[in-house]
């Protein structure tokens, strides 16, 4: 009995124990993830001076209607494909896929379909309105400018009301949230009317 109890002892010793010592040790601290780009919005503003406000017709260069290699050329910074493949290649040119902007660009995209540029999403406060608007307006500030305009419940989120201002044929839809825009979205229907992008 005493050998299999001071096996045991050693077992344990030797297998990492913890010791009344180790007890007194801090437990290791988690790794925090690398901090966001404390520049990164000053670096987007900068990227996107020459692209004036987004308008009825489009946003910096790229005109709703427009082919998407087009757009490609049009925009300052790249623009990545996400679903669908290289708008290069329409093999189905039917298909919808989204172009987001690549850095320092951060929070910018436009949905292409049926070889066109339908909208363009913001959920950044690069890129704003001819009126000013966009990410952080007040949207008491928005109601006051378009008294016409139309709101209702986000379809997913019923707590996120969507205002929709028309102006000719494009739409100009913002989400509020907490009496702000937390993002927005201007094109044409049907593409400008899709809550899942592509679906």
Known sequence: MRHGLAFALLCLAACGAP??????TEPNA?????????????????????????TADGYCGVAFGMAPAEAQKKFPVKLEVYSGGDPQQQNDPNRCYEMIASEPVQGISFLAEHNKIGRVDVISQGAKT?????????AAALKAKFPAATEAPNKYEPEVIDLTVVQGATKFVFELQDGKVRAWRAGLAPTIDYVEHCG
């Open 130 to 138: 001819a009126d000013g608007f966009g990410v952080g307006t007040d």
């Open 19 to 24: 010791s009344p010592a180790d007890n007194l």
């Open 30 to 54: 988690s790794e925090e993830p690398a901090p966001l780009n404390p520049n990164a919005p000053a670096e987007e503003k900068a990227a996107l001076t020459p692209c004036g406000a987004v």
